[in-house]
């Protein structure tokens, strides 16, 4: 049974830092692509990062290239979000996603929410 | 970047009934074509990926279709549970980038 637990949001202000989790199990962790994919408060999907299945090849929404860097801890299974710089329009629901075919996204977890406010 | 736009907005229909959503994109996309269902305070679960092929556990009562920019999810005879919010999500080539649509609610008439 794939399960993805995110951890970490809260509330933050303006110009500072928060760093996500996102602990799985049920998966080849070590051979998976992950995503990072938030959701504001009453919108859409947006996509945000992408760390391919070889840990290092990263690619990442130009909404927060430069201020936030997606990374993984094979050995605890565990993917992160480093966020940087946050704004106000980053606050969101932040939702952890395991990559399907590079196309899609296949398992989801149940996010976490982040309030950037002063 | 390709935009996608789903229409209609709202769909008023009622269980038993056919539901036909539509996401059109912006220039044309290869088969990198997927459609999810969000549900209140609930993550998004994927149900179709490349444009046809159901995910792992998903009815058959949900079908996707289409090609370049035009593309159709469709949900043959609607459940009680189908009620819900459906998103489609394409990638553009290289490198990759995902963009979803605005949505799409599919509301009990």
């Known amino acids: 049974q794939v399960q993805l637990v995110e951890s970490g949001g809260g509330v933050v202000q303006p110009g500072g830092s928060l760093r996500l989790s996102c602990e799985t199990s049920g998966i080849t962790f070590s051979i998976s692509g992950m995503h990072w994919v938030r959701q504001a408060p009453g919108k859409g999907l947006e996509w945000v990062a992408f760390?391919?299945?070889?840990?290092?090849?990263?690619y990442y929404a130009d909404s927060v290239k430069g201020r936030f860097t997606i990374s993984r801890d094979t050995s605890k299974k565990t993917l992160y979000l480093q966020m940087n710089s946050l704004r106000a329009e980053d606050t969101a629901v932040y939702y952890c996603?395991?990559?399907?075919?590079?196309?899609?996204?296949?398992?989801w977890g149940q996010g976490t929410l982040v309030t950037v406010s002063s | 970047e390709i935009v996608l736009t789903q229409s209609p907005a709202t769909l008023s229909l009622s269980p038993g009934e056919r539901a036909t959503l539509s996401c059109r994109a912006s220039?044309?996309?290869?088969?990198?074509l997927a459609w999810y269902q969000q549900k209140p305070g609930q993550a998004p679960r994927l149900l179709i990926y490349d444009v046809f092929n159901r995910a792992t556990g998903i009815p058959a009562r949900f079908s996707g279709s289409g090609s370049g920019t035009d593309f159709t999810l469709t949900i043959s005879s609607l459940e009680p549970e189908d009620f819900a919010i459906y998103y489609c999500?394409?990638?553009?080539?290289?490198?990759?980038?995902?963009?979803f649509g605005q949505g799409t609610k599919v509301e009990i008439k």
């Open positions: 760390l391919r299945h070889d840990g290092v090849t990263t």
């Open positions: 220039q044309s996309v290869d088969s990198y």
């Open positions: 996603a395991k990559d399907k075919k590079t196309t899609s996204f296949d398992y």
């Open positions: 999500q394409q990638r553009t080539n290289w490198p990759p980038e995902f963009t």
